[in-house]
């Protein structure tokens, strides 16, 4: 699979990376639904054994259990993937989620997320929502000692803004930016991914296949049957009126697929990597058959003919929404 070096690091990732936030499970605010640990565990392994060169993951999903999956799928290797993970988003003892940005809280995340994969370094390690907005600084210049402790190799942020990028980079570089992307939630276009090309920074974009909406698997009746757990029946583009405009997306995305061999999922990953400024895509998996279907990707570059066409697609259904 093809490499992308993530900005001005010496990481060199697989444009496809794996992503673990489904595999923290169900009974916390953001979770998936009941997932089966060991299937998790042979996701990520035969994922490694695709290629793939780094894992994508955080505290708080399944509030630590997505960690202590990686570090079960890891034991006993010799060489080990690339790990990325996030700080900022804390619990209390009743699994209620809350930012918190504060020195000693990034202090102790970064002991308990070294001691959940049992590693001795946190390759790339991001502040995961930029919430509280005031703690911000406080919370990079943590960021930038702990790097300079050894415990961190490189810091980045993950769904900060512009304004909040630059409050930030006085105190130390910001080695990568981690935010949503895919055909239906473009706002990085405008202004972000112009302003970290600028700075040589990498991007690593989450949620290519929109929590699975591309990828042709869904239906009214799906979404209706989702686990109650499951955070996506919340999701303003898995309910109305928007899910039947993104399902009519979708079906009308199916012959540009079908037409080159493909799934619907590869297309909406090849298409956030068609962007020179996105290093790789997080591509969520929980079981070793979905990782097969997608990883294919990491090596399609899409004709300058299917771009434009897929352009208008998703021009007619900005239409729809305006006139709602």
Known sequence: MRKRKLGWTDLELTVIGFGSWALGGGGWESGWGPQDDEESIAAIHRALDLGINWIDTAAVYGLGHSEEIIAKALRGMSEKPIIATKCGLVWNEKGEVFGCLKRDSIRKEVEDSLRRLEVEVIDLYQIHWPDPDPDIEEAWSTMADLVKEGKIRYAGVSNFNVEQMKRIEKIHPIASLQPPYSMIMRDIEKEILPYCAEKNMGVIVYSPMQKGLLTGKFTPE???????????????????????????????????????????????????????????????????????????????????????????????REEKIKNL
């Open 222 to 316: 799906r979404v209706k049957n989702l686990p109650p757990d499951d955070h996506r029946r919340s999701d303003p583009q898995f309910n109305e009126p928007l899910l039947s405009i993104n399902l009519e997306l979708v079906e009308k995305l199916k012959p540009i697929a079908e037409k080159h061999g493909r799934t619907l999922a590869q297309l909406a990953i090849a298409w956030v990597l068609r962007r020179p400024e996105v290093t790789a895509a997080i591509v969520g998996t929980r079981r070793p058959s979905q990782i097969e279907e997608t990883f294919p990707a990491g090596d399609w570059e899409l004709a300058a003919e299917d771009i434009e066409a897929i352009e208008k697609l998703l021009q007619e």
